[in-house]
């Protein structure tokens, strides 16, 4: 690093540290300027689904988005900010990608095959984009921010579902519990298909297991 590169780079972080970046960072009022930022959010969020958070760079999101680095720091601090703005309006492609609630419908009498349905759309989801799945997992365990949108959207689809389940004749019982259980077995199950791989699994009768097991607790009394 040369002396004037070393210099600005000192300085950059000075800003970061007094908290002048942050003034810097603003929000746009016109609907031109809206929509640049709308790109970025865009464009930042599907290139760290296809190369991954760590992989990805401010310079990349700009041209992706087809704006100027500058402008892109005129509405973010960094692209972690991006990040985060990203997974308010995209995040369930990556965490929770079911199908849209409005247009589930669950049939009590054929339920295995909606479960079915649903496990498969999951499963096309986690394969898009599992890189950025793997990495922004861990920062649930290590960011705050990022915690806490999963965990409110945890909540929120869990809330969802059971509203479902309840207009399909599905007793109240017990159901937010039985709900967050099934969620969680079904991202087991996308984990395993997806990321593990084991050559000895033979994953059409684990998913015809999962299935079963879902069918009976969500009908049990």
């Known amino acids: 690093m040369n002396n004037i590169s070393y210099y600005f780079r000192m300085c950059y972080n000075t800003m970061q540290g007094s908290g002048f970046m942050n003034e810097l960072v603003r929000e746009p009022?016109?609907?031109?300027?809206?929509?640049?930022?709308?790109?970025i959010i865009k464009a930042g969020f599907e290139l760290i689904c296809e190369n991954g958070y760590y992989n990805t760079n401010t310079a990349e999101i700009a041209k992706k988005a087809g704006v100027s680095t500058g402008i892109v720091y005129q509405y973010f601090k960094d692209?972690?900010?991006?990040?985060?703005?990203?997974?308010?309006?995209?995040?369930?492609?990556?965490?929770?990608?079911?199908?849209d609630t409005k247009k589930i419908k669950f049939d009590k009498d054929n339920f295995e095959e909606s479960i079915r349905t649903v496990i498969k759309h999951y499963l096309k989801n986690h394969k898009v984009s599992n890189i950025a799945h793997?990495?922004?997992?861990?920062?649930?365990?290590?960011?705050?921010?990022?915690?806490?949108y999963y965990y409110n959207r945890e909540?929120?689809?869990t809330r969802e579902i059971k509203e479902l389940l309840i207009q399909a004749g599905f007793k109240d019982t017990n159901l937010s519990e039985k709900v967050h259980i099934v969620i969680g077995m079904i991202?087991?199950?996308c984990?395993?298909?997806?990321?593990?791989?084991?050559?000895?699994?033979?994953?059409?009768?684990?998913?015809?297991?999962?299935i079963k097991?879902?069918?009976n607790i969500l009908?049990?009394?």
């Open 191 to 210: 984990h395993e298909i997806t990321y593990h791989k084991h050559s000895t699994m033979n994953y059409d009768l684990m998913m015809d297991l999962v």
């Open 134 to 148: 793997e990495e922004i997992m861990a920062m649930v365990h290590s960011d705050k921010k990022v915690a806490e």
């Open 219 to 221: 009908k049990e009394d």
């Open 155 to 157: 909540i929120t689809i």
């Open 213 to 215: 097991s879902i069918t």
């Open 29 to 39: 009022k016109q609907k031109r300027a809206i929509e640049k930022k709308e790109k």
């Open 187 to 189: 991202d087991n199950l």
């Open 79 to 99: 692209k972690y900010n991006i990040l985060i703005e990203g997974l308010e309006k995209y995040g369930d492609s990556i965490f929770f990608p079911l199908p």
